[in-house]
């Protein structure tokens, strides 16, 4: 996607240990336009996708999610990191946080995520494919069709579209980032 890749080189950062800081328009300060052409990207490539609802998780898969659901006219569900005391027939899975270096718990209600859904996940970044992992496990357990996830942007050279293929789910991503290897920028 043109004008994704334009902003990533434009106003994305490098930080040492191949993270990419993209907080000027999508992790802190958020860019609504972009974020709708970001939305009308993902919904083009799932056209012939039969979907129902459209999955993420807290936080920053949230804003383009939520376009998304806008768009599409469908729920939007985002499983939580903090375990709230009211959630009733919670599913829970463990994510390993490679930003923050350890494991989180992942929950979701089987209220808003059931055997009668059809969902795209959608999130922010694709790195080693944890989330993912855990999201998979979630859709598992709570019986549902998980049709695709999708990602802003993907770290190719972080393998996390591997752990999405093996287990059989189209992943698709609107920037893939080769390198940022001496702190520069590799858009493929
Ligand atoms: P994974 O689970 O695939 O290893 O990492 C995905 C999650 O970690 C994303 O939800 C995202 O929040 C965070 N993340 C991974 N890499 C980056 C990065 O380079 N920059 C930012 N801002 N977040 C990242």
Avoid: W
Avoid at 36 to 63: D, H, P, V
Avoid at 67 to 94: C, I, Y
Avoid at 168 to 187: F, P, Q, T, W, Y
């Amino acid at each position: 996607m043109k004008a994704l890749k334009e902003r990533i080189l434009k106003d994305g950062r490098c930080y040492p240990g191949g993270i990419l800081k993209v907080d000027k328009f999508i992790n802190h300060q958020m860019d609504p336009q972009l974020l709708k052409q970001i939305a009308i990207e993902f919904i083009r490539r799932y056209a012939s996708t039969e979907i129902n609802k459209i999955l993420t998780i807290e936080a920053s898969g949230i804003a383009p999610a939520i376009v998304m659901g806008l768009l599409l006219d469908l729920p939007v569900v985002f499983a939580k990191k903090k375990q709230p005391s009211t959630m009733e027939n919670m599913l829970s899975t463990t994510v390993f946080s490679f930003t923050k270096q350890r494991e989180y718990h992942v929950v979701i209600s089987q209220d808003y995520l059931n055997k009668d859904d059809k969902v795209l996940f959608i999130d922010d970044f694709l790195a080693y494919g944890n989330a993912a992992k855990g999201i998979i496990d979630l859709c598992k357990q709570a019986g549902c069709e998980l049709v695709g996830m999708g990602f802003i942007i993907e770290k190719a050279f972080q393998n996390g579209r591997k752990v999405i293929e093996e287990a059989g789910v189209r992943c698709e991503s609107l920037a893939i980032i080769e390198s940022l290897d001496n702190c520069e920028i590799k858009i493929r």
